[in-house]
């Protein structure tokens, strides 16, 4: 089922994760129990990352060597295992970044003969790696770009002009927002703007980039219905579970801590920053789900101990 079908027929808010592949070579064991915990939840859908190829430098006998490493592949099959073992619809994350139109094209075919009816589409993280354009290929430069091609096979065409048989997709595209601005945008309308580009190139949802101030999220969603977008925007949310994070998560996703929870966690000792982090969580979730969101997507990654800790508040 498309994901903006399961919330049609609703009868109240959603729940959502958001995990990623394996390691290259990684234990297929340990994602399978986190899939196991996730689904006693009764997700409708559960997003699963992509990851591009990454340029990395390591030092050799022969010297620095240039290597171009793909360190998480598998978002694929990890589609497939939760969409038929599971019986859950998955959302793959497609790319821009590190992909050519071609790839994704292909990618997107696989997807079709899977059965499976959602994407997010998302430009990427750079990972100073492109893949070279040669015999005519192309890449999708921004998110919008890449929403354009999905709806183009939702309409039966594809890049090559050839193909008689061409059969329409039927893909439901969802798209990210940022409650705090994407880092690029010179301010939150600009790029709410750039959102609402990408609903009329045929994106139907949106799910935000993580916060941990629900006003953020109210102002955004209102600005976003100021400039006309009417599709369902879910929030997204993380659960801090260590000391680190309150450096990394402001550096790596451009979003700010609130004070408050910053020096709870930073009050108490480390082996207590999950029990803080999932409390906090539990809380926004609690005012979001009270103001009537179409759903609460959390981004569980790799574990579900957090997870698991703010359900039990949620459904007691």
Not at 50 to 64: K, M
Not at 144 to 158: F, H, K, P, S, T
Not at 208 to 224: I, L
Request: hydrophobic share 40%; charged share 25%; proline share 6%.
């Amino acid at each position: 089922m498309r994901v903006t079908e399961h919330l049609e027929r609703a009868s109240g808010p959603l729940i959502s994760f958001e995990i990623i592949p394996p390691l290259r070579g990684g234990n297929i064991q340990s994602l399978l129990a986190l899939i196991d915990d996730l689904v006693q939840h009764r997700p409708p859908f559960i997003d699963i990352t992509s990851h591009a190829a990454e340029v990395i430098y390591e030092e050799t006998p022969a010297g620095i060597q240039r290597r171009v490493k793909r360190k998480r592949p598998g978002t694929l099959g990890v589609c497939a295992l939760i969409q038929n073992k599971y019986q859950v619809d998955a959302v793959p994350h497609v790319l821009c970044q590190g992909f050519t139109r071609e790839e994704t094209e292909d990618f997107l075919i696989e997807l079709r003969y899977l059965g499976i009816d959602n994407v997010l589409a998302v430009r990427g993280d750079e990972s100073g790696y492109q893949k070279p354009l040669q015999h005519g290929r192309s890449v999708n430069r921004f998110a919008g770009d890449l929403v354009e091609q999905i709806a183009a096979m939702n309409e039966g065409r594809y890049l090559a002009d050839d193909l008689l048989d061409a059969q329409p997709s039927n893909f439901c595209v969802g798209v990210g927002g940022y409650p705090e601005k994407h880092f690029e945008a010179p301010n939150l309308e600009t790029d709410v703007r750039h959102l609402r580009a990408k609903i009329e190139a045929g994106a139907q949802y949106v799910v935000t980039q993580m916060f941990f101030d629900n006003r953020h999220y109210f102002r955004f969603v209102e600005a976003c219905r100021a400039q006309g977008i009417t599709v369902p925007i879910i929030p997204g949310l993380k659960v801090l579970t260590g000391r680190s994070q309150l450096t990394s998560i402001p550096r790596n996703f451009f979003v700010e801590i609130p004070a408050a929870l910053a020096d709870e966690i930073g009050a108490e000792p480390e082996e207590r920053a999950l029990e803080v982090g999932a409390e906090w969580t539990a809380r926004q979730a609690e005012e979001l789900l009270a103001a009537g969101v179409p759903a609460v997507h959390f981004y569980v990654m790799q574990s579900a101990a957090a997870i698991t800790r703010v359900m039990a508040r949620l459904r007691p």
